[in-house]
């Protein structure tokens, strides 16, 4: 009796609904900050005993982070003598826009606060910290970050009454300077968290300031990794 054909439709029609749900899987957080020094890294490769020493987790949150990556097919890790090795075959610009679909914006929850309000542990976000690194105007309410961590939930009201006397105030879900050297969050957060503003003088901005993070221009705007 002959044996029943194969189905290789079926087959090919299970492996690419698999691959379209495997890209839009978005990442965890300690994965997603991971790509992040990743990007910022000096060299086309990270150690990942690096994100062990910088990122605020432990090494198995680290080692499942980098699994997720792998699993995206755009990663993979290799020995390179003692040390693990983060590497993707593609280039670092092509990588982020393969991948961004799967970021989740830095900004847990977002209300407004009194301007008197404002504190240390604050730092301006949105288009207010991009207008610091372009030729954006500054827009009211003024708008600021912290680590939701720090800040009191209790203080945010959910509607905005007056734009000149109450500034806009992003908990975000880590440091916004975890990655940055300035009083501003990192590019790559930034464009993250303002992914879903769809203005045009917005987006040029953002086009120009992660031309330079992909071109190693961002001088002492990132830390080094």
């Known amino acids: 009796m002959a044996s029943k054909p194969i189905c290789h439709f079926w087959e090919l029609f299970c492996k690419q609904s698999a691959t379209k749900r495997n890209k839009n899987v978005r990442f965890s957080l300690p994965a997603q900050l991971c790509n992040w020094m990743y990007f910022y890294s000096s060299e086309p490769f990270l150690y990942i005993k690096k994100a062990v020493e910088f990122l605020?987790?432990?090494?198995?949150?680290?080692?499942?982070?980098?699994?997720?990556m792998e699993a995206s097919e755009l990663f993979y890790v290799e020995k390179d003598k003692q040390n693990n090795v983060?590497?993707?075959?593609?280039?670092?610009?092509?990588?982020?826009?393969?991948l961004k679909a799967r970021f989740n914006s830095p900004i847990w929850k977002r209300g407004y606060i009194d301007n008197e309000c404002v504190s240390n542990d604050m730092v301006l976000a949105g288009e207010d910290?991009?207008?610091?690194?372009?030729?954006?105007?500054?827009?009211?309410?003024?708008?600021?970050?912290?680590?939701?961590?720090?800040?009191?939930?209790?203080?945010?009201?959910?509607?905005?009454?007056?734009?000149?006397?109450?500034?806009?105030?992003?908990?975000?879900?880590?440091?916004?300077l975890l990655f940055s050297q300035l009083d501003i969050p990192d590019p790559i957060s930034l464009a993250v968290s303002l992914m879903d503003v769809h203005d045009e003088r917005v987006e040029q901005a953002l086009d120009v300031i992660m031309e330079e993070v992909w071109e190693g221009q961002h001088g002492t705007w990132i830390k080094k990794f």
């Open 86 to 98: 983060l590497r993707s075959q593609f280039a670092k610009q092509e990588l982020f826009e393969e």
């Open 129 to 176: 910290a991009l207008a610091e690194k372009s030729m954006l105007a500054n827009t009211l309410p003024a708008k600021y970050a912290a680590y939701k961590k720090i800040v009191d939930i209790g203080v945010l009201n959910s509607e905005l009454l007056d734009s000149k006397k109450q500034s806009e105030l992003q908990l975000w879900s880590y440091d916004p």
């Open 56 to 68: 605020p987790y432990s090494a198995m949150s680290i080692t499942r982070a980098m699994r997720e």
